[in-house]
Each structure stands twice: as structure tokens, then as C-alpha cells.
């Protein structure tokens, strides 16, 4: 068995001498190292952007066993050049292998820290933080797997948080050497990874799906929530021999505020049998966000409105159909979110606009000439029209909108819009030809069929 992928270490060691440039990128720092990588902060001035970079140690490039496996952790990697593109995947840039020179990987640097550093149980994140990082880890890894690929090596180490303080503002999955490429021709590296977070399947060196990352992810949970892995021993075989035999000790027991259902889904995802565990991603991911919505989790000081939340409320309404995840990830971090109590004018008749809402919760009513004409409730966009509008003159609002059940909604202005991804802008012009569509529908059945629309 290869040795697992090293974790990296924070390196401020004075004096350090840094390479001034590595290919076209300016050095600007060394972020950590390992046994057989170095890992750089630096400028890509073409774009205007800093970039981490990973290069393979000179001393693990001789013909040996070990510079053949590092080779191939290259390869994989590299294979990943500018194929991940999510949020919560760190994005792989560029490989660079020339002769007589180190291999690197440009990869997309994410200001932060690893997972690590929450795992000691005096540094314990809130439990509704943690199950938020499962979340997100778990729509990630499913965004993979359904590329074919397994990570194979899913541990604190590999997942970058992003902080404010020291609340997780959002979590990504990187170092994907040891992924397994479901499509992949050529022969791949078994029995790779962590062996604190490896599955009895992984360790056997058995036919893999999603379910030996379900475990793995399970067992980081495990480990933020208790400050202790679910295994834990000196000597390798120790650990091994508990993977294929122990029960991990009760969540309950270890932590505070643990409730049965999360203590329930996290063993039942560590299950040595992997047909025990859920299924898929997705029926594990809905599992840790039906946590959240049943209060099985307690809320942290900051009692607010969780990504988890919004994404699956946005998965519900019928604006967004056809987003995929990615799409709704977008618009979960871009949009801006407000609430409206019963009577608010979101509009008022002759009031020029430039926004536009979409209902997720609530309902509002639409007046004109003191009569009320319509109401819309959740799914249906409010304000598009004038928002679409060609000219100033025509973004002038035809009728008054009231809120008359209180309201949360996702809102956008031409900057805001403007931030998003092509591809995320396409489905919203989508969306507003349906939009379109019915409501021309509706006038001309109004015409058509007064008595029947009364």
C-alpha cells in the first residue's frame, strides 16, 4: 500500500528561501509543505490573480517506488485541469510537467485554513456549522460523482475553510490525487488515502462507488463533532482491526447538545456494511438538511438563515427549474435575500424600477386603479417587466405590489445579474420566457373568456 497523501503544514520558517518565479507565476510566499510537495502563494499577473501552487519535491523525483506513485498522484490531477467548476471544489488551473524540472499544479487559492484546526476539542465548531460543512462537502462530492470520480481521500486536511473569526463562511474539497476515475482507460493506484477516514471496502482494496466517500465524509463529521476520530490508535494495525470490528463511541457521550438523529445518520454512514448507509449523496445530503429544518441541530449565536436552507427552498420553486446545482449555488451566495412584512409596497403604480424579485415564501397582491388583478405566490417573479424594459421610459411599474402574506424573497439589480455566469444568465432569460409566456396566456384567455377567468 502507498503511503497516504501527506497533510501540509503551515511554513514560516525564517529564512526560508523562496524560488522567485515557478514558470510564468510570481512566488509570493510558501503556504505549507509536505513530505513529498511544497505548496506556493503566487501572482499570475497576466490575470490578475493569486494562485496556489503545488510542486512535486526534487528529492521524490528519482526512479523509485515512491517517485512512481507521486508521479501518478500528478497525472491525476492533472487529468482535472479545468474540468471542476463548483463552488465548493477547489478549481485545478494548469499542470506543468517539464523535463528536468519539478511538476507543478496551478490551482485556485482559497484564503483560510484546512478543516484540522477544528478537530481538537478545544477549538470544537457550533454542531449546526458542522452539519452546514457535511451539506455543502456532500452536494460537492455527489457534483464529482456524477463525473465519475471518487476522491478516495475526503479528511479535514483536504477541505479549505473559508472564515470570518472563526465561523465557517464556506467550505472546498481539494487534492485530488487519489481520486479514481470511474471512466478513466488506464490502470489506476488501490487502496489510497487516510487511514483514520477509510472504509472497510477502501482498506480491502475493493470495487468502490460513492459510498466509500459517504463513509469517509461521515468520519470528518465524526471528527468535528467529538474532537476525536471514530478510530484511534497508535499503531496502524490497531486502527485497521477497529474499522473491520468496533462500533466508534457514542456521539452523545462525547459532546453536549448531540441530538439522536444526528447521532443516528452519522453511525449509520459509518456502517461497515456500505449497503447500510444511505444510498447516494443526495438522500445523504437531504438527511443532514432535514437536521437543520426539524431543529435536530442547535442553532448557533448567529441564528440566521443557512446556505443549506436557501439552496433547497430555491430547488423547490418553479423559476428555477432547469438550474442545476452549480447554477443554484450561484444564486444563493449572489442574490441578495429580504423579507417583507404583511402591507410593504414592494411597487408602487408610476415608480420607475430596475429590479426584480422572485417569491419564495409568501404572497404578494397586484393592484391597479384600487382593484386588485392578480396574486402571486411562491416561484413567480415580481418586477421583471420594467426590469426588462428596453428604455427608461418603459421601466415605469403599471400597478401597485403589496405584500399580503409576510414575505422572503431573492432579489436582483443589472449589477448584481451581471455578476453571475454566462451560463447561470442564459437559464434566468429562460425563466423570464416563461414567465412571459403564461402571462400572455392568462391575458389572452382573459379576452378570450372573461366569465370563465371571473
Same mark, same amino acid.
Given at each position: 500500500?502507498?503511503?497516504?497523501?501527506?497533510?501540509?503544514?503551515?511554513? *514560516?520558517?525564517?529564512?526560508?528561501?523562496?524560488?522567485?518565479?515557478?514558470?510564468?507565476?510570481?512566488?509570493?510566499?510558501?503556504?505549507?509543505?509536505?513530505?513529498?510537495?511544497?505548496?506556493?502563494?503566487?501572482?499570475?499577473?497576466?490575470?490578475?490573480?493569486?494562485?496556489?501552487?503545488?510542486?512535486?519535491?526534487?528529492? !521524490?523525483?528519482?526512479?523509485?517506488? /515512491?517517485?512512481?506513485?507521486?508521479?501518478?498522484?500528478?497525472? +491525476? $490531477?492533472?487529468?482535472?485541469?479545468?474540468?471542476?467548476?463548483?463552488?465548493?471544489?477547489?478549481?485545478?488551473?494548469?499542470? !506543468?510537467?517539464?523535463?528536468? $524540472?519539478?511538476?507543478?499544479?496551478?490551482?485556485?487559492?482559497?484564503?483560510?485554513?484546512?478543516?484540522?484546526? #477544528?478537530?481538537?476539542? &478545544?477549538?470544537?465548531?457550533?454542531?449546526?456549522?458542522?452539519? /452546514?460543512?457535511?451539506?455543502?462537502?456532500?452536494?460537492?462530492?455527489?457534483?464529482?460523482? =456524477?463525473?465519475?470520480?471518487?476522491?478516495?481521500?475526503?479528511?479535514?486536511?483536504?477541505?479549505?475553510?473559508?472564515?470570518?473569526?472563526?465561523?465557517?463562511?464556506? !467550505?472546498?474539497?481539494? *487534492?485530488?490525487?487519489?481520486?479514481?476515475?470511474?471512466?478513466?482507460?488506464?490502470?489506476?493506484?488501490?487502496?489510497?488515502?487516510?487511514?483514520?477516514?477509510?472504509?472497510?471496502?477502501?482498506?480491502?482494496?475493493?470495487?468502490?462507488?460513492? =459510498?466509500?466517500?459517504?463513509?469517509?465524509?461521515?468520519?470528518?463529521?465524526?471528527?468535528?463533532?467529538?474532537? %476525536?476520530?471514530?478510530?484511534?490508535?497508535?499503531?496502524?494495525?490497531?486502527?485497521?482491526?477497529?474499522?473491520?470490528?468496533?462500533?466508534?463511541?457514542?456521539?452523545?457521550?462525547?459532546?453536549?447538545?448531540?441530538?439522536?438523529?444526528? /447521532?443516528?445518520?452519522?453511525?449509520?454512514?459509518?456502517?461497515?456494511?456500505?449497503?447500510?448507509?444511505? +444510498?447516494?449523496?443526495?438522500?445523504?445530503?437531504? +438527511?443532514?438538511?432535514?437536521?437543520?429544518?426539524?431543529?435536530?441541530?442547535?442553532?448557533?449565536?448567529?441564528?440566521?438563515?443557512?446556505?443549506? $436552507?436557501?439552496?433547497?427552498?430555491?430547488?423547490?420553486?418553479?423559476?428555477?427549474?432547469? #438550474?442545476?446545482?452549480?447554477?443554484?449555488?450561484?444564486?444563493?451566495? =449572489?442574490?441578495?435575500?429580504?423579507?417583507?412584512?404583511?402591507?410593504?409596497?414592494?411597487?408602487?403604480?408610476?415608480?420607475?424600477?430596475?429590479?426584480?424579485?422572485?417569491?419564495?415564501?409568501?404572497?404578494?397582491?397586484?393592484?391597479? &386603479?384600487?382593484?386588485?388583478?392578480?396574486?402571486?405566490?411562491?416561484?413567480?417573479? !415580481?418586477?421583471?417587466?420594467?426590469?426588462? +424594459?428596453?428604455?427608461?421610459?418603459?421601466?415605469?411599474?403599471?400597478?401597485?405590489?403589496?405584500?399580503?402574506?409576510?414575505?422572503?424573497?431573492?432579489?436582483?439589480?443589472?449589477?448584481?445579474?451581471?455578476?453571475?455566469?454566462?451560463?447561470?444568465?442564459?437559464?434566468? &432569460?429562460?425563466?423570464?420566457? %416563461?414567465?412571459?409566456?403564461?402571462?400572455?396566456?392568462?391575458?389572452?384567455?382573459?379576452?378570450?373568456?372573461?366569465?370563465?377567468?371571473?
Amino acid at each position: 500500500m502507498p503511503p497516504p497523501s501527506p497533510d501540509f503544514i503551515l511554513s *514560516d520558517t525564517p529564512g526560508t528561501a523562496l524560488p522567485a518565479q515557478i514558470g510564468k507565476y510570481r512566488v509570493l510566499a510558501k503556504l505549507g509543505e509536505g513530505a513529498t510537495s511544497e505548496v506556493f502563494l503566487a501572482r499570475d499577473d497576466f490575470h490578475g490573480v493569486e494562485v496556489a501552487i503545488k510542486r512535486v519535491r526534487t528529492a !521524490v523525483l528519482s526512479d523509485s517506488r /515512491e517517485s512512481h506513485f507521486q508521479r501518478r498522484f500528478f497525472a +491525476a $490531477e492533472a487529468a482535472l485541469v479545468g474540468r471542476l467548476q463548483h463552488p465548493n471544489v477547489v478549481r485545478i488551473l494548469d499542470a !506543468v510537467s517539464e523535463v528536468d $524540472e519539478p511538476p507543478y499544479l496551478v490551482m485556485e487559492f482559497v484564503p483560510g485554513s484546512t478543516l484540522r484546526k #477544528f478537530c481538537r476539542a &478545544d477549538a470544537l465548531l457550533p454542531l449546526d456549522q458542522i452539519v /452546514e460543512i457535511g451539506f455543502k462537502c456532500a452536494m460537492a462530492l455527489d457534483y464529482m460523482f =456524477r463525473q465519475g470520480l471518487i476522491h478516495r481521500d475526503v479528511k479535514p486536511a483536504n477541505l479549505l475553510a473559508t472564515l470570518d473569526g472563526d465561523h465557517v463562511v464556506d !467550505v472546498k474539497i481539494t *487534492d485530488f490525487g487519489s481520486v479514481f476515475n470511474l471512466d478513466a482507460d488506464r490502470t489506476q493506484i488501490y487502496r489510497v488515502g487516510s487511514l483514520a477516514y477509510m472504509s472497510p471496502e477502501q482498506l480491502d482494496g475493493d470495487t468502490l462507488d460513492c =459510498r466509500a466517500d459517504i463513509y469517509s465524509l461521515a468520519g470528518v463529521l465524526y471528527h468535528l463533532i467529538a474532537g %476525536r476520530p471514530p478510530f484511534d490508535a497508535v499503531q496502524q494495525a490497531a486502527i485497521m482491526h477497529q474499522i473491520y470490528t468496533a462500533t466508534p463511541p457514542p456521539l452523545q457521550g462525547l459532546r453536549e447538545g448531540v441530538s439522536p438523529a444526528l /447521532e443516528a445518520l452519522i453511525l449509520r454512514a459509518l456502517s461497515k456494511n456500505r449497503d447500510e448507509r444511505p +444510498a447516494n449523496w443526495e438522500e445523504f445530503a437531504q +438527511a443532514l438538511s432535514a437536521l437543520v429544518a426539524n431543529r435536530d441541530v442547535p442553532r448557533g449565536q448567529l441564528q440566521g438563515v443557512l446556505d443549506s $436552507e436557501r439552496f433547497n427552498l430555491l430547488r423547490k420553486l418553479e423559476f428555477f427549474t432547469g #438550474f442545476g446545482d452549480v447554477e443554484l449555488w450561484e444564486v444563493v451566495h =449572489r442574490a441578495k435575500w429580504q423579507r417583507f412584512s404583511f402591507g410593504h409596497a414592494l411597487y408602487r403604480k408610476g415608480q420607475e424600477g430596475n429590479s426584480f424579485h422572485i417569491i419564495a415564501l409568501g404572497q404578494v397582491d397586484v393592484y391597479r &386603479d384600487g382593484q386588485r388583478v392578480a396574486q402571486l405566490g411562491a416561484g413567480n417573479s !415580481v418586477g421583471e417587466m420594467a426590469y426588462l +424594459a428596453p428604455s427608461p421610459d418603459l421601466r415605469v411599474h403599471s400597478a401597485d405590489i403589496l405584500v399580503s402574506d409576510p414575505l422572503t424573497c431573492i432579489s436582483f439589480t443589472p449589477d448584481t445579474l451581471q455578476q453571475l455566469s454566462i451560463n447561470t444568465r442564459h437559464l434566468f &432569460d429562460n425563466a423570464f420566457i %416563461r414567465v412571459l409566456v403564461r402571462r400572455l396566456h392568462a391575458a389572452h384567455e382573459a379576452l378570450a373568456h372573461p366569465r370563465r377567468i371571473l
